[in-house]
């Protein structure tokens, strides 16, 4: 592995007006996670693999949400602001400070396109390591309307990048097209930056147009194929859409290649950071959010949604089961249909098959929580535990009103609103007595019938 001092600039200055949005586009969500993040993620990675990195993010003026997610994200990134938009060359000089103070490779990444593999950003940095002063990483487009075209010579050397209002149609022709993404030796980097001119349709400063640069001083500049999903641009909502299915495909064969079942692939959905076991089977219709992690052998049936929540080992989860943020649950676990679990740990083997609301508790081994029962833990201003012990059975249509205590191997009577703490291995009860009078249901048959008859006479 080569060691090196590598300087990555993400560029997030865009405000994605087509998005139609409050929020900027970089900061819109593929699987849990915003554009930027997973760029982000991606910038951290090749830093690890390569030796000593750092980080730079430019932002667009008062995008301090950018700067806020960018801190958040990766707190040893520095964030710069692009004050004026004047392209893409202008976008990495307002990184100007963080490459002045930085001799080794740099980097350009866009917060937009998040989808690239880090094994793509590894062979772009070989390239650097061949001898390159420049590469840049190219995709064969299916329709290449509106990229920029990579015009090589016959040794496959890239002799520049030609946007299209500038390219001629000889150049239009070309379908191997510029994804944007650049690494560049970082000697000189600042004074090739700044010998870009604006002579071009837009007149805009495009980072683009440093291969000529570079050329022209004598190094040599190269272009790194990649498949087009990894380099797809978000700028509208169908973009994003589209982002979402080649990372949810994507995600969903390396579950399988990993070890995990899926029944229909197609409608399960995963976080960025879900993490399955061995043998873990998933029925159709699951959603998994952020922050869930499966245990081997475990079985999660079709309609079941998950979200910060761990699975132990050989559980069993709906259908139709709803784990929400801080569910932590046992090997052998039971959660049946219609069950909600909030801040909930259960012990193995413990079981809410059916019907139930379980919020801010802790459930022991072996217990076993009836249909219909809710854990009141909500007094309308503060949040209350419930303790359920080992081998407790609470009956169905209870309600345990928090904080409360259930001892180990209690029983609850269905029906019974507890209030207080039970002892272990007590039998707990609260219901009113119940009242029977003989034939009233008879007679009140008989008067209902003549009103009904007197009413249609």
């Not at 990555?8 to 409050?22: D, F, H, Q």
């Not at 510029?178 to 000189?188: P, Q, T």
């Not at 459930?363 to 009141?376: R, W």
Request: proline share 3%; with cysteine; aromatic share 6%.
């Amino acid at each position: 592995m080569t060691q090196r001092d590598l300087l990555t600039i993400v560029l997030a200055a865009g405000k994605g007006t087509r998005m139609k949005s409050a929020l900027p586009k970089v900061l819109h969500a593929i699987a849990g996670r915003s554009m930027l993040a997973h760029v982000l993620a991606l910038a951290q990675s090749a830093g690890q693999s390569s030796g000593q990195s750092r980080l730079a993010v430019v932002a667009g003026p008062g995008m301090d949400n950018v700067r806020a997610a960018t801190l958040a994200a990766a707190p040893e990134a520095s964030v710069y602001v692009q004050e004026h938009q004047r392209g893409t060359a202008d976008a990495v000089l307002a990184a100007r400070e963080a490459i002045a103070a930085h001799t080794g490779d740099v980097i350009v990444l866009y917060a937009d396109t998040p989808l690239i593999e880090p094994d793509t950003i590894a062979r772009l940095l070989h390239a650097l390591d061949s001898g390159a002063g420049v590469a840049v990483l190219g995709f064969d487009a299916r329709d290449p309307s509106g990229y920029g075209r990579l015009i090589t010579d016959a040794q496959g050397q890239l002799l520049a990048i030609r946007e299209e209002k500038d390219a001629s149609d000889t150049e239009r022709a070309i379908r191997f097209c510029n994804s944007g993404v650049m690494a560049f030796r970082g000697d000189g980097l600042l004074d090739r930056l700044g010998r870009i001119g604006s002579d071009n349709a837009k007149g805009e400063f495009y980072l683009t147009d440093i291969v000529e640069v570079a050329r022209t001083d004598g190094l040599s500049a190269v272009a790194v194929s990649c498949r087009e999903d990894e380099v797809l641009g978000i700028n509208a909502r169908d973009q994003l859409a589209a982002a979402e299915a080649i990372y949810q495909h994507r995600a969903r064969l390396q579950a399988m290649q990993n070890g995990a079942t899926l029944i229909a692939p197609q409608t399960v959905w995963f976080s960025h950071d879900t993490i399955l076991g061995r043998d873990v089977i998933i029925e159709p219709n699951v959603f998994f959010g952020p922050g869930v992690s499966v245990d081997d052998g475990a079985e999660i049936k079709a309609n079941s949604y998950l979200e910060g929540a761990h699975v132990g080992a050989n559980a069993r989860i709906g259908p139709f089961a709803r784990l929400r943020p801080g569910a932590k649950l046992g090997s052998n676990v039971h959660i049946g249909n219609f069950v909600e679990l909030k801040a909930t740990q259960m012990g193995d083997g413990a079981k809410a098959n059916h019907l139930a609301y379980l919020g801010d508790s802790e459930i022991g081994a072996g217990a076993n929580i009836g249909a219909g029962t809710i854990f009141c833990n909500y007094d309308g201003f503060f949040k209350h535990k419930t303790t359920i012990g080992a081998g407790a059975f609470v009956g169905s249509n209870s309600s345990l009103v928090a904080p409360v205590t259930i001892g180990d191997g209690a029983y609850i009577g269905s029906g019974s609103v507890i209030t207080k703490d039970v002892p272990a291995d007590a039998l707990a009860l609260e219901r009113s007595a119940q009242d029977e009078r003989p034939g009233w249901a008879a007679k009140f048959r008989q008067m209902m019938q003549r009103r009904k008859l007197k009413a249609a006479g």
